[in-house]
């Protein structure tokens, strides 16, 4: 959240960050969002059934003229109305190079598999947890002396510069679904990632 605050500090950025909700009065992210002048709202979810967190939720976000969400450690899954009501206007980060590791402790999952690359994606959300349109994905390599900790921290790194390029995109409409697929219109990748990266000498 705080990276999303700080890029659409930059006037070309193509999004205001309008409000930050949380369900958590504690949250840290409502201080953040304060101290940088953007209005928040709390709704709580302790209490309530889902259906009225989320009309609730929903009330709020109208209120103050919302046309997208960008999920940021919101730890709840949104029923299929919600999501449905914001089809193709809310977007997720998840800290694994989606479709593997959906879920939780995805650092540690990816150590214990052995895989070379690990990662963060942006995606759309739909009803099916971790399972939206990719929008966005970067990879670090998974180091042999890696911890849980190590490897989060690399994977943070980049979660904080993906996260706003990709709201960018979105709210600039250069985003499209063709097929259940997010079609992006932004410059296309060339090159390639291969793990493990070559030695000095040139051999791997």
Aim: proline fraction near 7%; charge should be negative; charged fraction near 15%.
């Amino acid at each position: 959240m705080a990276a999303l605050l700080a890029a659409a500090a930059d006037p070309a950025y193509p999004a205001d960050i309008a409000l930050v909700l949380s369900n958590k009065p504690d949250a840290a992210g409502l201080a953040t969002a304060a101290a940088a002048g953007v209005a928040t709202a709390t709704v709580a979810s302790r209490g309530r059934d889902r259906a009225g967190f989320e009309a609730a939720m929903q009330a709020v976000l109208e209120a103050h003229g919302i046309e997208i969400v960008a999920l940021a450690g919101f730890m709840r899954v949104l029923t299929p109305g919600f999501v449905a009501a914001w089809e193709g206007r809310m977007i997720n980060i998840h800290p694994s190079l989606l479709p593997c590791f959906p879920g939780l402790d995805t650092h540690a999952r990816a150590l214990e598999a052995g895989v070379r690359l690990h990662g963060c994606t942006v995606h759309l959300v739909t009803p099916g947890v971790d399972e939206g349109p990719i929008l966005a994905q970067a990879a670090v390599p998974v180091r042999p002396d890696d911890t849980e900790a190590r490897l989060g921290a690399r994977v943070l790194a980049e979660e904080h510069r993906l996260y706003p390029a990709a709201l960018a995109w979105l709210a600039a409409g250069r985003v499209r679904l063709e097929g259940g697929r997010a079609i992006v219109d932004a410059p296309a990748a060339t090159g390639s990632l291969v793990n493990p990266l070559a030695t000095a000498s040139g051999a791997g």
